[in-house]
């Protein structure tokens, strides 16, 4: 089809133009969620000392093992300077998370002791080994290791690597303000009370604001416009002095009344590319505004503009915050599908992984190709490419979740 990209050419030509942001140093508890922007490497052998690992006594191991011990003293979690003399038959008193005392080896639970007086007894059944319930100092890892790259998303099990290593900041990429536009006199408040004759309450600005703000990207704001020419000017004027990144939805094709192109493009908004060979989703525009502002302007189907919004706009701004991992896989597809020999066609589709462990995409049935309703059925949209020939069950294809 002549002018439109294809979507391996539109991935391209974004990534050339996209800008990257900033790495900003942000308070730890900040920073979660967020995408790392520096290596973070151990500050000290993990653990950082002999811990002990369940309540009871620590003893010097020996063959033949006594199986009394007298209490020598205590040592339990945050407390050192406690130490085992040479008399093989005392223990001292320890707690999870105790540094284990000098001249023990051996750690034995309370579940198998019987205290009587200022003893222990072991239980009959009782045959400590050498080493045991001690987690050795440097065991996990030595001070040095590399423990985070960057480009990982900051979640539960990174913020306490974090914590841990004493990382009180941390570099983490700047977040870009963005802005979200609906175009359309058609379109209503959500709280429209009534719905107007030839009216429908607008949703893709919530639905794109979602599947950016579940990914980090928290600073969204969203404003409508109707089908007015100076009135979206005057719009995309004011949103492009004060966002990194504009998102627009409807207005896009070429109807008499779709004028973002032209508004756009009368803010200096440079035109990287308008159309790519894809059903949904074939008028998107892509520019880059005068302050490299990045402009995406998506159909305003509600299906067209949420498949650009996870195919194009996230992955985009996930690459310009250095995010390594992307939201996108490949799936076996459950069922034959056909392809166009023209446009590459993005399907709604469930996963789930099979007794085999591989990773299956089923279609799910869309009434039109407009038919948001059907969407929470699905986890994903399969991409389907340019083939012109049926791709038999089996196949696989690459998806991009919700
Ligand atoms: P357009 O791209 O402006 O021609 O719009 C295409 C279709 O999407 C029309 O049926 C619009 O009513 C619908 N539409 C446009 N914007 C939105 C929106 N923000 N929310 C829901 N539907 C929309
Ligand atoms: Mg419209």
């Not at 023990?104 to 222990?120: A, F, K, N």
């Not at 004027?237 to 973002?260: F, N, P, W």
């Not at 299956?360 to 969407?375: E, H, N, Q, Y």
Request: glycine letters at 10%; proline letters at 6%.
């Amino acid at each position: 089809m002549s002018g439109l990209l294809h979507v391996d050419a539109a991935d391209v030509a974004i990534a050339r133009h996209m800008p990257r942001y900033d790495a900003v140093s942000v308070p730890l508890a900040e920073a979660a969620g967020r995408i790392l922007r520096q290596p973070i490497h151990a500050g000290h052998d993990h653990p950082p000392f002999d811990r002990v690992m369940m309540d009871g006594i620590a003893v010097h191991w020996c063959e033949p093992l006594p199986r009394a011990f007298a209490i020598a003293g205590q040592q339990f979690a945050g407390t050192t300077g406690t130490t085992l003399d040479a008399n093989r038959d005392s223990c001292i008193e320890i707690a999870t998370g105790a540094m284990l005392p000098d001249g023990c080896d051996c750690v034995i639970p309370i579940e198998q002791l019987r205290r009587e007086g200022g003893r222990y007894l072991l239980m009959d059944d009782c045959q400590p080994r050498r080493g045991q319930f001690v987690h050795p100092r440097g065991s996990d890892c030595v001070a040095g290791s590399e423990l985070l790259e960057t480009g990982m998303r900051l979640g539960a099990p990174e913020m306490a690597v974090l914590a841990s290593n004493g990382f009180a900041n941390v570099e983490v990429a700047a977040t870009p303000s963005i802005a979200i536009l609906s175009t359309g006199d058609e379109l209503l408040a959500v709280d429209a009370q009534e719905q107007q004759a030839g009216s429908i309450r607008r949703s893709n600005d919530i639905a794109i604001a979602t599947a950016l703000r579940l990914h980090g990207f928290d600073r969204v704001v969203c404003e409508h416009v109707g089908d007015d020419r100076v009135e979206t000017e005057a719009m995309i004027g004011r949103l492009l002095a004060a966002h990194d990144v504009l998102i627009l939805s409807g207005g896009v094709s070429k109807g008499q009344r779709d004028h973002v192109p032209a508004a756009l493009q009368a803010h200096g908004v440079e035109r990287v590319f308008h159309g790519i060979a894809q059903r949904p989703g074939k008028p998107m525009w892509f520019g880059i505004g005068p302050r490299g502002q990045a402009v995406f302007a998506l159909p305003g189907n509600p299906v067209s503009a949420l498949v650009c919004t996870i195919r194009y706009v996230r992955p985009a701004l996930l690459a310009a915050q250095g995010a390594s991992r992307s939201l996108s896989g490949s799936a076996v597809l459950a069922e034959a599908v056909e392809t166009s020999d023209t446009l590459t066609i993005f399907v709604p589709a469930r996963l789930h992984i099979d007794g085999d462990g591989r990773q299956i995409a089923t279609a799910v049935p869309t009434r039109t190709s407009g038919d948001f309703t059907a969407l929470p059925r699905s986890d994903c949209v399969v991409e389907l490419p340019v083939a012109g020939t049926r791709l038999p069950a089996g196949h696989v294809v690459a998806f991009h979740e919700w």
